[in-house]
T-cell receptor, first 113, second 120 residues
Framework: QKEVEQDPGPLSVPEGAIVSLNCTYS??????FMWYRQYSRKGPELLMY????GNKEDGRFTAQVDKSSKYISLFIRDSQPSDSATYLC?????????????FGTGTRLLVSP | DTAVSQTPKYLVTQMGNDKSIKCEQN?????MYWYKQDSKKFLKIMFS???????INETVPNRFSPKSPDKAHLNLHINSLELGDSAVYFC???????????????????FGPGTRLTVT
């Protein structure tokens, strides 16, 4: 079993839909949680960062962390075709700082016009 | 003004060959990484260097040898290539790591465009 589990998808939604992407993890030492977006044939780029539990909002994106359930989510409101990409969750523990990121397998999102 | 660059972008080679991938970052970061992304998009860290010093080495076969001539460069040399080495290799950099936990900007890793390695 991987340390971080993520449904690979693809997740297909119509433009304007609310998208929910999720990851579960097993290592209770994880404190830093991130979402990276990866377009086809490109490198991942950081989308959201959250420390410990709670919510964080940035424009159409909201990241949620529930450490008690070992569950993190990324919500995308008013999804756009340009949001079509693979979304990777990533996390790291305090004792390794930000250097040792453990990634989920990524969820492929397709937003149709 | 590319932040993290890798060469080559594509690499096709035969089993048993030795090849190198180069990475350069112009962000002034002191930590660099190599990741391997397999066909199922699973991204896994291989190595991390901080100020030219190896700090993470994740059970990678010793056919893989990273080399950091200076803070801005991290190269990956692979000996005796095998079919299972076929993947996309990403270089990344960040502004420190464990030593910079108080600086919010230190958590972001900037990835290069990747090198698609195909071993036949």
């Amino acid at each position: 079993q991987k340390e971080v589990e993520q449904d690979p998808g693809p997740l297909s939604v119509p433009e304007g839909a609310i998208v929910s992407l999720n990851c579960t993890y097993s290592n209770s030492a994880f404190q830093y949680f991130m979402w990276y977006r990866q377009y086809s044939r490109k490198g991942p780029e950081l989308l959201m960062y959250t420390y410990s539990s709670g919510n964080k909002e940035d424009g159409r994106f909201t990241a949620q962390v529930d450490k008690s359930s070992k569950y993190i989510s990324l919500f995308i409101r008013d999804s756009q075709p340009s949001d079509s990409a693979t979304y990777l969750c990533a996390m790291s523990a305090m004792n390794t700082g930000f250097q040792k990121l453990v990634f989920g397998t990524g969820t492929r999102l397709l937003v149709s016009p | 003004d590319t932040a993290v660059s890798q060469t080559p972008k594509y690499l096709v080679t035969q089993m048993g060959n030795d090849k190198s991938i180069k990475c350069e970052q112009n962000l002034g970061h002191d930590t660099m990484y190599w990741y391997k992304q397999d066909s199922k998009k699973f991204l896994k860290i291989m190595f991390s260097y901080n100020n030219k010093e190896l700090i993470i080495n994740e059970t990678v076969p010793n056919r893989f040898s990273p080399k950091s001539p200076d803070k801005a460069h991290l190269n990956l040399h692979i000996n005796s290539l095998e079919l299972g080495d076929s993947a996309v290799y990403f270089c990344a950099s960040s502004d420190g790591g464990a030593v910079n936990l108080k600086r919010e900007t230190s958590y972001e890793q900037y990835f290069g465009p990747g090198t698609r390695l195909t071993v036949t």
